[in-house]
């Protein structure tokens, strides 16, 4: 799946696909979902289930070419999140098939460091953890940086004890290959690329804003999981360090984007995965 944004090219390389997942959104019910009928049937089952994706986007700039987020990954003990442990995907001959071989990428973006998004920064070489893109400059906000490397070894919570192992072998071999770019909120990365804040679901998230010839594209990380949240700001995640932050996010991002041109790209979307913003009644809804 690709689109177009100017002079910019933006590719989708899946690397797996969930069905049906919506503890990510408890409150998001068969019940609920039904009623939001322009949600179907892209987005959720015939049921009434939310459907996730975990894909990266690679941004083809003039000048650049960078990967936004790098999924789970093969090869890595997750337990016990089951579904994205112990993956074996042909995510990285897709990405090579598609016309990006790992060298040739400039920038990796982690839009934040959950296991979802950061996977494939690293692969196992001869049971050493090692940078998949070579020579690109790895961009990580430096409250994610702060916030996930300080999880105490004897922390209680499970998902918790996960990031734990995420960080150890999916950032720490870029911070100790060089290969790491700690940033700060708003931040340019190349012609074209920029980096905005969008905090709540992780204390240092962001969101890739990609313009050319006039045109725009927003990547929206998980500020968003599931166009759901377009119809109700409101409903929010477990996953989520800070709800009210979030949803703070969600209602201002959408407040500024909503009936202009932009094609908002969202990091979990299933099917079409990309649309245009649309103010829908009290809410919105994504025109795709």
Not at 166 to 179: K, N
């Amino acid at each position: 799946m690709k689109w177009r944004v100017g002079d910019t090219t933006i590719t989708k390389i899946t690397e797996i696909v969930f069905p049906e997942f919506s503890e990510v959104i408890p409150a998001a019910t068969p019940e609920v979902v039904k009623k939001v009928q322009w949600l179907f049937p892209h987005f959720v089952t015939p049921e009434g289930k939310l459907t996730l994706s975990v894909h990266s986007l690679i941004v083809d700039t003039p000048t650049a070419k960078l990967v936004v987020d790098t999924c789970i990954g093969n090869d890595r003990n997750r337990d016990p999140l089951s579904v994205m442990s112990n993956l074996s995907t042909s995510y990285l001959e897709d990405m090579i098939a598609a016309g990006y071989r790992p060298e040739s990428i400039d920038y990796v973006l982690c839009t934040h460091l959950h296991l979802d998004h950061v996977g494939w920064n690293t692969r196992l070489v001869d049971g050493k953890w090692v940078p998949t893109f070579p020579r690109a400059a790895y961009l990580f906000d430096k409250k994610e940086l702060a916030f996930f490397g300080a999880i105490d070894e004897n922390v209680q919570d499970d998902f918790a004890q996960v990031q734990r192992r995420v960080f150890a072998d999916s950032v720490q071999p870029i911070l100790d290959a060089g290969l790491a770019k700690p940033v700060e909120g708003a931040t340019q990365v190349c012609d074209g690329v920029r980096l905005i804040p969008t905090p709540g679901h992780t204390p240092g998230h962001c969101s890739v804003l990609i313009e050319s010839r006039g045109e725009r594209a927003l990547i929206t990380g998980d500020f968003i999981h599931h166009p759901i949240q377009f119809h109700d700001p409101g409903l929010v995640s477990p996953f989520d360090v800070d709800n009210a932050a979030a949803v703070a996010t969600r209602r201002r991002i959408f407040s500024e984007y909503a009936d202009t041109p932009t094609l908002i790209i969202g990091t979990h979307f299933a099917g079409p995965t990309a649309g245009r913003l649309v103010r829908d009644g009290d809410g919105y809804r994504l025109d795709v």
